[in-house]
């Protein structure tokens, strides 16, 4: 009898993980949804430099804007333009 409680808890304990990395997945894709047909308006009407505009995009606090707080400082240590950039 203490097996099949155990195996159900066990069953139940590893769905809740399971449901929680699959809610914040969607979420995450939810901003990144948000997110990119902004980054393509500014990038279209040409007034901003790449990491302005990602730095403009990333208003939030989600896993989609710090990584483009990230790109945008990591373009400005060493912007494409550089020599050796491409390499």
Do not use: K
């Amino acid at each position: 009898l203490l097996f099949p409680i155990c195996a159900a808890l066990l069953s139940t304990l590893a769905g809740l993980h399971l449901s929680t990395h699959l809610r914040q997945e969607a979420q995450r894709l939810a901003r990144w949804g948000e997110v990119l047909p902004h980054l393509h308006l500014l990038m279209a009407s040409c007034a901003y430099s790449l990491p302005e505009a990602f730095r403009l995009c990333a208003d939030g606090n989600h896993p989609p804007d710090t990584l483009l707080r990230q790109l945008a400082d990591a373009l400005e240590r060493a912007p494409l333009s550089s020599p050796g950039a491409l390499t």
